[in-house]
């Protein structure tokens, strides 16, 4: 039996990608995939050449993120072509296959790991510095389809975003056994949603009032607040989830993986991802920004 010629196809199209990186997750809503859109920002603003890659079939939040809800997709003699953010930034998901954004796409293994082969292979990226794949949370048919077809050796390494708590932690024990099962190497973990930080110009201040009932009194705090300056540029934080446990540094450290970093929860940054934007270039998304581009110069 001769090689599969599926796989000979992907080995050819991956022939001038310089770097690939899986972005893995053990639960939803840790935010890989703004992990995943803001790397690729950050990536592109170097002026190396991009791709995004988002496997998440079932829930593809990667158009949105990036700007690009509502595109398509176009096909040319060499293949599908990404849809561009920049020039050096290229991206390609499912969602832009969907005719309505709202459908749900319920699909058995054979199926994605049909249509995650095609991405590979029909997809033409063109010389790419680094294409970062957003997997889906967990470790399923996609996992192993994306090991499977890239070949866990033709894989730079994974980074795996968690939240600090204990039930969020657990997972990412699964995430990096199943790196080391398939012998991709674990690049690092983020923990995101490391705490909260908000300026102060944000808050909405309540005072409760001997009733139980609550006043909202920003506009006097604010007005106090503005009589020192200083004040105004208050960066507050606090710690959302309990992280007694040590967090993902500790189990990074029983683990014997690098730990990359922590990204506080930043309402900035939110708005940054769901508007599709850079968190790099807005300047309101200062902390988030700084500590994103930390873990980013690590690897
Ligand atoms: P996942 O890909 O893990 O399912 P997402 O990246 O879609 O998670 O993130 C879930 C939601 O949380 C999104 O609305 C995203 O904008 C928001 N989010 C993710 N990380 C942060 C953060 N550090 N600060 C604020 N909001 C965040």
Redesign the pocket.
Known sequence: KGPDPDLVAIAERMATVKHKILIL?G???????????QLAFALAAKDFHVGLLDI?IC?P?IPK?LGLEGQEIHQSNLGWSPVYVEPNLGVMSIGFMLPDPDDAVIWRGPRKNGLIKQFLKDVYWGELDFLVV?AP?GTSDEHISIVQCLDATGIDGAII?TTPQQVSLIDVRKEVSFCKKVGVKVLGVVE???GLCQRITDFKFMKMTDTGDQSDVTEKVREYLEKSPEMMNLIAFSEVFDSSGGGAAKMCNEMGVPFLGK????????????GGQSCFVDKDCGV?ASALKKIIEKL
């Open positions: 997750s639960k939803g809503g840790v935010g890989k995939s703004t992990f995943s859109a998440d829930g939040s993120m957003d949370p975003v995101n949603m490391s990204v506080p929860l930043d309402p900035q940054l939110c708005k940054a991802a769901e988030s």
